[in-house]
């Protein structure tokens, strides 16, 4: 297996095809690029911008290029010595469209006949044999709607298959409706009766059952191509955590492309490891991310900003989100659960109030049984705390779910029963709605935490902390991915970067809210702080862009408005707060003048969360377009189109190795930003040897807390933190770095070291970073 030395992520899509990224191979190679990681291929819905709706598994979307765009990439990408890693979808299928994926058009049209039906997660019986479709309106009358046309149901644009035999001349459409296998309902009926298996809350993503044989060679043989024609070289999995059997699905695939690198997209909580038994390099990176982002922050704002913010128990928020969202969008999935389990134990509706309290106290994504069943005797525990008047219940669900079962006839096979199974599918999507998806928008202490695959109950990382995690990293799974912005991140990396100084500066902070909140009341001083962090944190950026930023994070807590009930008042009042950042001349004051007074320390934090992610233990990703400033928010807004011949444009003016070029100063341009990410990928891609290892450097003097370095056997990092705290103590007065032995020359700069104690003034004299390597013996 081939290591990538760093990946740069792509979002491919019809406005940039394949074809288009091939073209963008030699920027990408002058960059320092190792390998070019790219989104979704395979044909996904019309229009779809992300490719994770894929609608069929056996070809490359045209779309997006198609197979001649994929070759011409790879081609390209060979030539030039970098290699391919694809995004890929096993656990659901889109079918928006029933039409345009002909396995669910296949299953609608013959029910559990069809050879499909196996393919998707269908509960038959509890929708009395047909397959229920939340597609209906509100009305009374919605199936007076239907239309026959061409031989096909129609609702408004959406088309329907006939079965054979269920339309005779004279048949209204909705006789012809009830004879079909499927049941077209109001889509409000979805969180309470769906019967088959979505992603997360999405009734347009049906869940595939991959760990079936022959679905499994379907649904891969496209992707098998690859590997058997060169094309690809690794594989990025999405959400292994949906599959019934991620340890066997992983070691198919390793079958399947002869041991090349796989990542997992896998969400972490605190030190908790992938499982041992996972054929994976390791994960794409919310970890690291989550341990970079703290360095950043001043712990010492932990009770400041705490009593600003007022905010609940972080523990007790997500317990009441995370039940919400086991009572609500995904009831459907907890009574199918409570469905599995015998009558003579348990009465259904005790069984789905357990369940649901049980996944609200689930401490992190999935258990993986028999080995996390650690996991769940803690989900237990606190469950018995919250709810003791359901304690005789938890006795009868506990055996249960870690597949013991309560008689003669319990599987020899821990954790293999359908309803164990299908718990530990289900903790994910109750973690990710309700945690990510929900508290995420109500938390907002200080919103540069609240990231995935993060805790911001957890409010910073001393140097020490850090260099135990990197070391862990480097011992543990030296292949696994880094990443600080991704195309799933609530707020790019300089967006982060710059709220992060927020805890340098609790008082202050807190009084430009305080003066906000007089000036422009909401109702909701948390939703009101998120919206003035995003604003401060991205400023300047385009109204529109504040605005959709606004009502989704609104919808998305779910307080004063909702995706399902949206406010009409609420939401004008919170429009207007926003334009108020624009139009009213105190409100546009205070968010313009605190975005210009943090935008120094911003850009410190922003390069040296950069270094470090780029040098670190672990494989660095390069997120499109994030090689210059990029104050981007959750998406859509993180996957707006790039400016590559921008980018281009800056990364020829920098010169070629070894010319005499003036250092790109620290401006609103970025190029100190790309200077620093092309000599790191560089250095990486030229001389691996120096990445090797782990070790911290050690640091003296009054100014140390400011200082993080590392040595990974040759290649020095060095890094401001507490920009603004090291300015009010009079800068680094002294403070001393100690280099090991051996001549060191800074990339960023040209300047040389030798070993020894080494005055930090000096080497952050230019930059706030240092990016030092052993100079070659001659």
Same mark, same amino acid.
């Given at each position: 297996m081939r290591t990538p030395r760093s990946t740069y992520r792509l979002q491919i899509h019809a406005g940039f095809t394949l074809h288009d990224a091939a073209g963008l191979v030699p920027y990408l190679s002058d960059l320092g690029t190792d390998w070019i990681y790219l989104s979704p291929l395979l044909t996904a819905e019309d229009g779809s911008a992300h490719g994770y709706d894929v609608t069929d598994p056996s070809a490359i979307d045209p779309a997006r290029g198609g197979a001649a765009g994929f070759r011409a990439l790879a081609e390209a990408a060979h030539a030039a010595g970098m290699r391919v890693l694809v995004d890929i979808v096993p656990n659901h299928m889109g079918v928006a469209t029933p039409r345009a994926n002909r396995w669910w058009w296949s299953v609608l049209s013959e029910g559990p006949a069809s050879r499909y039906a196996e393919a998707f997660d269908i509960d038959w019986a509890a929708g009395g044999g047909k397959l229920r479709l939340p597609m209906l309106g509100e009305g009374s009358d919605e199936l007076d709607r239907l239309r026959i046309v061409d031989g096909e149901l129609r609702y408004y644009d959406h088309a329907f298959p006939i079965a054979d035999g269920t339309f005779g001349p004279g048949d209204s459409p909705q006789a012809v409706h009830e004879r079909q296998h499927y049941e077209l309902i109001n889509w409000r009926r979805a969180d309470d009766e769906l019967n088959y298996r979505r992603f997360f809350g999405i009734t347009t993503l049906a869940g595939v059952r991959v760990e079936v044989p022959w679905v499994f060679e379907e649904t891969h043989a496209e992707i098998r191509r690859w590997f058997r024609e060169g094309l690809a070289d690794g594989l990025r999995i999405d959400h292994p955590d949906g599959l019934a059997d991620p340890a066997e699905y992983l070691h198919r695939l390793e079958e399947l492309t002869g041991g090349a690198y796989v990542l997992v997209e896998k969400i972490l909580e605190h030190d908790e490891a992938l499982p041992a038994g996972w054929a994976a390099a390791g994960t794409t990176g919310y970890d690291a991310l989550a341990d970079v982002n703290r360095l950043f922050i001043d712990p010492d704002a932990a009770p400041a900003l705490t009593a600003a913010a007022g905010a609940e128990p972080y523990r007790d928020l997500i317990h009441d989100t995370k039940r919400a969202v086991a009572d609500g969008l995904l009831h459907s999935e907890v009574q199918r659960l409570a469905r599995l389990v015998p009558a003579a134990e348990l009465d259904a509706a005790t069984a789905a109030d357990a369940f649901a309290e049980l996944l609200a106290c689930f401490p992190v994504y999935r258990s993986y049984l028999p080995d996390g069943a650690g996991y769940l005797e803690e989900a237990g525990r606190a469950a018995r705390i919250r709810r003791p =008047?359901?304690? !005789?219940?938890?006795?009868?669900?506990?055996?249960?779910?870690?597949? &013991? &079962?309560?008689?003669?006839?319990? /599987?020899?096979? /821990? #954790?293999?029963?359908?309803?164990?199974?299908?718990? @530990?599918?289900?903790? #994910? %999507?109750?973690?990710?709605? #309700?945690?990510?998806?929900?508290?995420? $928008?109500?938390?907002?202490?200080?919103?540069?935490?609240?990231?995935?695959?993060? =805790?911001?109950?957890?409010? !910073?990382?001393?140097? $020490?902390?850090?260099?135990?995690?990197?070391?862990?990293? @480097? @011992?543990?799974? /030296?292949?696994? %991915?880094?990443?600080?912005?991704?195309?799933?991140?609530?707020?790019?990396?300089?967006?982060?970067?710059?709220?992060?100084?927020?805890?340098?500066?609790?008082?202050?902070?807190?009084?430009?809210?305080?003066?906000?909140?007089?000036?422009? /009341?909401?109702?909701?001083? !948390?939703?009101?702080?998120?919206?003035? @962090?995003?604003?401060?944190?991205?400023?300047?950026?385009?109204?529109d862009r504040a605005h959709a930023y606004a009502e989704k994070a609104a919808r998305e807590a779910g307080q004063g408005t909702s995706w399902t009930s949206p406010d009409e008042a609420f939401e004008k009042q919170l429009h207007a707060l926003v334009d108020a950042a624009y139009d009213h001349p105190e409100a546009h004051s205070v968010v313009a003048s605190f975005a210009e007074r943090i935008t120094p320390a911003g850009r410190s934090n922003a390069l040296g969360a950069k270094l470090v992610q780029l040098t670190m233990p672990g494989v660095p990703d390069v997120y499109q377009g994030t090689e210059l400033w990029d104050h981007s928010l959750v998406d859509p807004d993180n996957r707006r189109p790039v400016d590559f011949a921008l980018r281009s444009r800056l990364a020829a003016g920098l010169g070629r190795p070894g010319e005499n070029r003036p250092v790109p100063p620290i401006d609103e341009t970025g190029a100190a930003k790309l200077h620093l990410t092309r000599e790191a990928l560089r250095l990486r891609r030229g001389r691996p040897e120096l990445f090797s290892g782990y070790s911290a450097l050690g640091v003296a003097g009054p100014a140390a807390k400011h200082v993080f370095g590392f040595d990974r056997g040759g290649a020095l990092t060095l890094v401001t933190r507490l920009p603004l705290g090291l300015e009010a103590a009079g800068g680094w007065d002294g403070t001393t770095v100690q280099l090991p032995a051996g001549t060191y020359r800074d990339g960023l700069t040209g300047a040389t070291y030798r070993g020894g104690e080494t005055d930090a003034g000096t080497v952050f004299g230019t930059y706030p970073v240092a990016l030092l390597a052993l100079e070659e013996e001659l």
């Amino acid at each position: 297996m081939r290591t990538p030395r760093s990946t740069y992520r792509l979002q491919i899509h019809a406005g940039f095809t394949l074809h288009d990224a091939a073209g963008l191979v030699p920027y990408l190679s002058d960059l320092g690029t190792d390998w070019i990681y790219l989104s979704p291929l395979l044909t996904a819905e019309d229009g779809s911008a992300h490719g994770y709706d894929v609608t069929d598994p056996s070809a490359i979307d045209p779309a997006r290029g198609g197979a001649a765009g994929f070759r011409a990439l790879a081609e390209a990408a060979h030539a030039a010595g970098m290699r391919v890693l694809v995004d890929i979808v096993p656990n659901h299928m889109g079918v928006a469209t029933p039409r345009a994926n002909r396995w669910w058009w296949s299953v609608l049209s013959e029910g559990p006949a069809s050879r499909y039906a196996e393919a998707f997660d269908i509960d038959w019986a509890a929708g009395g044999g047909k397959l229920r479709l939340p597609m209906l309106g509100e009305g009374s009358d919605e199936l007076d709607r239907l239309r026959i046309v061409d031989g096909e149901l129609r609702y408004y644009d959406h088309a329907f298959p006939i079965a054979d035999g269920t339309f005779g001349p004279g048949d209204s459409p909705q006789a012809v409706h009830e004879r079909q296998h499927y049941e077209l309902i109001n889509w409000r009926r979805a969180d309470d009766e769906l019967n088959y298996r979505r992603f997360f809350g999405i009734t347009t993503l049906a869940g595939v059952r991959v760990e079936v044989p022959w679905v499994f060679e379907e649904t891969h043989a496209e992707i098998r191509r690859w590997f058997r024609e060169g094309l690809a070289d690794g594989l990025r999995i999405d959400h292994p955590d949906g599959l019934a059997d991620p340890a066997e699905y992983l070691h198919r695939l390793e079958e399947l492309t002869g041991g090349a690198y796989v990542l997992v997209e896998k969400i972490l909580e605190h030190d908790e490891a992938l499982p041992a038994g996972w054929a994976a390099a390791g994960t794409t990176g919310y970890d690291a991310l989550a341990d970079v982002n703290r360095l950043f922050i001043d712990p010492d704002a932990a009770p400041a900003l705490t009593a600003a913010a007022g905010a609940e128990p972080y523990r007790d928020l997500i317990h009441d989100t995370k039940r919400a969202v086991a009572d609500g969008l995904l009831h459907s999935e907890v009574q199918r659960l409570a469905r599995l389990v015998p009558a003579a134990e348990l009465d259904a509706a005790t069984a789905a109030d357990a369940f649901a309290e049980l996944l609200a106290c689930f401490p992190v994504y999935r258990s993986y049984l028999p080995d996390g069943a650690g996991y769940l005797e803690e989900a237990g525990r606190a469950a018995r705390i919250r709810r003791p =008047d359901l304690e !005789a219940a938890f006795d009868v669900l506990l055996p249960l779910l870690s597949g &013991g &079962g309560t008689g003669p006839a319990a /599987p020899p096979e /821990p #954790g293999t029963d359908e309803l164990a199974l299908r718990f @530990q599918q289900t903790s #994910g %999507m109750v973690m990710a709605k #309700g945690v990510e998806d929900t508290a995420f $928008y109500r938390f907002t202490r200080l919103t540069s935490l609240n990231e995935v695959g993060a =805790d911001p109950s957890i409010f !910073a990382l001393e140097p $020490y902390d850090l260099h135990l995690r990197m070391l862990r990293r @480097q @011992q543990e799974f /030296p292949a696994s %991915m880094t990443a600080l912005s991704t195309h799933d991140t609530k707020r790019s990396e300089d967006t982060r970067a710059r709220i992060s100084v927020l805890s340098e500066l609790p008082e202050e902070w807190a009084g430009a809210v305080t003066r906000l909140e007089a000036l422009l /009341p909401l109702g909701d001083r !948390a939703l009101a702080d998120l919206v003035w @962090q995003a604003l401060v944190g991205a400023w300047p950026l385009e109204r529109d862009r504040a605005h959709a930023y606004a009502e989704k994070a609104a919808r998305e807590a779910g307080q004063g408005t909702s995706w399902t009930s949206p406010d009409e008042a609420f939401e004008k009042q919170l429009h207007a707060l926003v334009d108020a950042a624009y139009d009213h001349p105190e409100a546009h004051s205070v968010v313009a003048s605190f975005a210009e007074r943090i935008t120094p320390a911003g850009r410190s934090n922003a390069l040296g969360a950069k270094l470090v992610q780029l040098t670190m233990p672990g494989v660095p990703d390069v997120y499109q377009g994030t090689e210059l400033w990029d104050h981007s928010l959750v998406d859509p807004d993180n996957r707006r189109p790039v400016d590559f011949a921008l980018r281009s444009r800056l990364a020829a003016g920098l010169g070629r190795p070894g010319e005499n070029r003036p250092v790109p100063p620290i401006d609103e341009t970025g190029a100190a930003k790309l200077h620093l990410t092309r000599e790191a990928l560089r250095l990486r891609r030229g001389r691996p040897e120096l990445f090797s290892g782990y070790s911290a450097l050690g640091v003296a003097g009054p100014a140390a807390k400011h200082v993080f370095g590392f040595d990974r056997g040759g290649a020095l990092t060095l890094v401001t933190r507490l920009p603004l705290g090291l300015e009010a103590a009079g800068g680094w007065d002294g403070t001393t770095v100690q280099l090991p032995a051996g001549t060191y020359r800074d990339g960023l700069t040209g300047a040389t070291y030798r070993g020894g104690e080494t005055d930090a003034g000096t080497v952050f004299g230019t930059y706030p970073v240092a990016l030092l390597a052993l100079e070659e013996e001659l």
